[in-house]
């Protein structure tokens, strides 16, 4: 299958901007999306861009796309408190073939 | 609207036992999925389906079945259980015009030992 990479850590300062990143394999058309687990929830899908795209923004989050090197960021503006939880990255065109990074756990610090 | 919902949260089962996990959704959503979620890895679909009475292989299936009789549910069975079956599962269930939107359980976690 594919491989979705993610760092399994990141924490910031409430009112920073958090930036999490994302790499993939998959080098046909697909769909790239974030989603946010909180503690003993399931995942909830943030936004979503589709790979001939560079750029979406959707209130506070921002999601970047460098097809050339496959690389997907997800910036939050202002982080608060509530943001702290799992971001998983995915990719895939289907639902029933999406491949989902490790996640990465957002610790925001008050 | 309770959304997903998955029972039960929690289940420590001994090898070679069985047991059921159920997924309801009250969304009448067309598709529903199993996926198991493992420590350093994503999530892994186990198993799918398109519509009621109908299922599909995901990407690791071996060792479970499913069942959905009903379009709101949707059945994981461990017919013998082993300890690399301990996981977290989650079901998730979608619309068929926008699957890629999945709205996700609050997952089950099931150890085996």
């Known amino acids: 299958g594919e491989d979705v990479e993610q760092s399994l850590f990141l924490s910031v300062r409430e009112g920073d901007s958090s930036v999490i990143n994302c790499t993939y394999t998959?080098?046909?058309?697909?769909?790239l999306y974030w989603y946010k687990q909180e503690p003993g929830a399931g995942l909830q899908l943030l936004t979503y861009?589709?790979?001939?795209?560079d750029m979406k923004q959707d209130q506070r989050l921002t999601v970047l796309l460098n097809k050339k090197d496959k690389h997907l960021s997800l910036r939050i503006a202002d982080t608060q408190t509530g943001d702290s939880a799992i971001y998983f990255c995915?990719?895939?065109?289907?639902?029933?073939?999406?491949?989902f990074g490790t996640g990465t756990r957002l610790t925001v610090i008050p | 609207n309770a959304g997903v919902t998955q029972t039960p949260k929690f289940r420590v089962l001994k090898t070679g036992q069985s047991m059921t996990l159920l997924c309801a959704q009250d969304m009448n959503h067309e598709y529903m999925y199993w996926y198991r979620q493992d420590p350093g890895m994503g999530l892994r679909l186990i198993h799918y389906?398109?519509?009621?009475?109908?299922?599909a292989k995901g990407e690791v299936p071996d060792g479970y079945n499913v069942s959905r009789l009903k379009k709101q549910n949707f059945l994981l069975g461990l017919e013998s259980a082993a300890p690399s079956q301990t996981s977290v599962y989650f079901c998730?269930?979608?619309?068929?015009?926008?699957?890629?939107?999945?709205?996700f359980g609050p997952g089950t976690r099931l150890t085996v030992t």
């Open positions: 995915a990719e895939g065109w289907q639902a029933n073939n999406l491949f």
């Open positions: 998730a269930s979608s619309t068929y015009k926008s699957s890629y939107e999945q709205y």
């Open positions: 861009i589709f790979s001939n795209m």
């Open positions: 389906s398109v519509g009621e009475g109908t299922t």
């Open positions: 998959d080098s046909s058309s697909t769909y």
